[in-house]
């Protein structure tokens, strides 16, 4: 379990000092009081500092078990990359916030909920203990993550309009990624891995991840129970898989070509080719060329097989696909717009880069 690390902290500005900006900003003037803050703070945004220590628990989460030590060069990019991210997040739970968008207890309850359902209070613990956190860390970031994702729904998500015409422009254009030269398998996964190396934070839901073989097992089991109970296997993908991939997409993998298919591992491509529609796999070791123990564990489904040949837009298939398309590529541009719009609203002091640029120009 993968934390997000929680960015609330309080900001008390100085009374005097803001009380004089606000008189100087009325009348045309550029304030010249600033807010001073220690050596812990590495930025702030609109007055809200960001403190060393949350740039430095992502950086320990990054390195893992890496025994490689990175030069000086490479740790300060780093630091510069995780601060980013700490600084957009900030700019996002501010918005979020203004716009009423915080998450409720009642939804981080139900989060929560979720997250705990694979384990046993004690398996939990262990795993809280293991990320360096404690129960209400890990509820102020469910917190954060639900707000933004809510921010995101409200501001991208509900502004994108697929039309008809969209899809058979979309299909005209692109007429020959709809003639299959062989058969093509609709495959979705889920993976687990039992490698040590931390995951993308939000690669699934549940920022879930395996650390060594024995929890990768135990996890793909517990995977596989669910998918034998009868739940859906997109929402399980997106709860657990370590596919970063496509987990936030269900582990869809779109359309593959059968000859694709073929060059994987042949215990793969006998597995999903006795396949019906609508069937999963069962558990397959994930063992790359010359491994002699796996690196971990998958389970595939097929959606669909098609055939050779050309597929017409009247396919209701090939719409829903174009349709799916669409709407990702345009939240992709429309996520991306929006969050430069919240950067150049924001006032951003990001001490840290003065510090490294001021050390590296002498």
């Known amino acids: 379990m993968e934390s997000i690390v929680d960015r609330a902290l309080s900001y008390k500005p100085a009374t005097a000092c803001a009380l004089m900006s606000i008189a100087l900003l009325s009348s045309g003037l550029v304030a010249g009081c600033k807010q001073s803050y220690g050596p812990d703070v590495v930025a702030t945004v609109n007055g809200q500092p960001i403190q060393r220590s949350e740039v430095e628990k992502d950086y320990r989460d990054n390195l893992g078990n890496n025994k490689e030590q990175p030069t000086k060069e490479q740790a300060d990019a780093t630091r510069l990359g995780i601060l980013k991210q700490l600084i957009d997040d900030e700019i996002m739970q501010q918005a979020a916030k203004k716009m009423n968008l ?6 981080v309850d139900a989060r929560l909920a979720e997250m705990k359902a ?3 209070q004690e398996e939990f613990d262990k795993r809280l203990q293991a990320s360096s956190m404690s129960l209400d860390d890990l509820r102020r970031q469910i917190r954060r993550y639900l707000s933004s994702e809510k921010l995101m729904n409200k501001e991208v998500t509900s502004r994108i309009n697929i039309t008809d015409a969209d899809i058979s422009n979309f299909y005209n254009a692109n007429k020959a990624q709809f003639n299959f030269i062989e058969p093509k398998y609709n495959i979705a996964d889920i993976v687990v891995t039992s490698q040590p190396t931390p995951m993308q934070q939000g690669a699934n839901l549940q920022n879930s991840k395996a650390s060594n073989d024995v929890e990768a097992r135990r996890k793909i089991e517990m995977i596989r129970n669910h998918l034998e109970s009868g739940e859906d296997f997109a929402t399980v993908a997106n709860n657990y898989s370590e596919n970063t991939q496509d987990a936030n997409n269900g ?8 000859s694709s298919l073929r060059s994987q591992p042949p215990s793969i491509f006998a597995a999903i080719s006795r396949l019906q529609p609508g069937q999963i796999t069962d558990v397959i070791p994930i063992l790359p060329p010359g491994a002699k123990s796996p690196v971990g564990y ?9 055939p050779a040949g050309q597929r017409e837009l009247t396919d209701p298939r090939v719409q829903q696909e174009i349709r799916q398309q669409l ?11 929006y969050y430069e719009m ?12 003065e510090q490294i640029f001021k050390n590296g120009a002498q």
């Open 327 to 337: 709407r990702d590529s345009r939240s992709q541009l429309l996520r991306a717009a």
């Open 102 to 107: 915080v998450a409720s207890d009642e939804e």
């Open 118 to 120: 694979p384990y046993t």
């Open 342 to 353: 919240m950067r150049d609203q924001a006032h951003v002091e990001n001490h840290l880069a």
């Open 251 to 258: 582990g869809n993998m779109g359309y593959i070509p059968e």
């Open 298 to 306: 998958a389970i595939y489904k097929l959606i669909q097989k098609e």
